[in-house]
T-cell receptor, first 126, second 117 residues
Framework: GAVVSQHPSWVICKSGTSVKIECRSL??????MFWYRQFPKQSLMLMAT?????????EQGVEKDKFLINHASLTLSTLTVTSAHPEDSSFYIC??????????????????????FGPGTRLTVL | AQKVTQAQTEISVVEKEDVTLDCVYE???????LFWYKQPPSGELVFLIR??????QNEISGRYSWNFQKSTSSFNFTITASQVVDSAVYFC??????????????FGQGTRLTINP
């Protein structure tokens, strides 16, 4: 269980075009999904936190108008890179948190809600 | 602010050697979680372990072991009798408790481990 998929696994596009990446939780419902970006030989950096039915929360320095996030259902979040440029070329990874694992009451203060990672999408902008 | 430091950028050893990957973290919270992930060349993150701040017991899983020391804010990872298949980038990560459930992960810079035959 707890499988997260991403589509596409890789994409090559021309500069100036927009690219949409999908993140799906296949066997569980996720109120929260996270989007990370990883440049070559670097660490994963959180871009934004996506909550189902509400606006995403972006990390400092991430342009919300350039990286559009939509979390329309409990199993799908999308990241659209608008007007992509070569510097946007990166490995984009999403993770999803299992709604069913949400602890209640006092347990919420102690428990961790497991994040499950997708396989990543490699974006190359020419 | 949270911070995770993996000082070793790259490590190269010969197969069957033991190797330890260091991880030092900074957090102001008293409740937090520490993780190790493996990232093989395919790019997919493989979860290895999660440890909460109240549990300082060391853990062993096969050839893998973890040493959590709150006094030095370290969470080191040791591979015993390394194998070529262990070659990957290893990330240490930290997540702070969030009542509303934010629980964002902060990753270290990663250590690229190469096991030579």
């Amino acid at each position: 269980g707890a499988v997260v998929s991403q589509h596409p696994s890789w994409v090559i596009c021309k500069s100036g075009t927009s690219v949409k990446i999908e993140c799906r939780s296949l066997d569980f419902q996720a109120t929260t999904m996270f989007w990370y970006r990883q440049f070559p030989k670097q660490s994963l950096m959180l871009m934004a936190t996506s909550n189902e039915g509400s606006k995403a929360t972006y990390e400092q320095g991430v342009e919300k108008d350039k990286f559009l996030i939509n979390h329309a259902s409990l199993t799908l979040s999308t990241l659209t890179v608008t007007s992509a440029h070569p510097e946007d070329s990166s490995f984009y990874i999403c993770s999803a948190r299992d709604l069913g694992a949400e602890p209640a009451g006092w347990k919420q203060l102690w428990s961790y809600n497991e994040q499950f990672f997708g396989p990543g999408t490699r974006l190359t902008v020419l | 602010a949270q911070k995770v430091t993996q000082a070793q950028t790259e490590i190269s050893v010969v197969e069957k050697e033991d190797v330890t990957l260091d991880c030092v973290y900074e957090t102001r919270d008293t409740t937090y979680y520490l993780f190790w992930y493996k990232q093989p060349p395919s790019g997919e993150l493989v979860f290895l372990i999660r440890r909460n701040s109240f549990d300082e017991q060391n853990e062993i899983s096969g050839r893998y072991s973890w040493n959590f020391q709150k006094s030095t804010s370290s969470f080191n990872f040791t591979i015993t009798a390394s194998q070529v298949v262990d070659s990957a980038v290893y990330f240490c990560a930290l997540s702070e408790r969030g009542i509303q459930g934010a629980q964002k992960l902060v990753f270290g810079q990663g250590t690229r481990l190469t096991i030579n035959p």
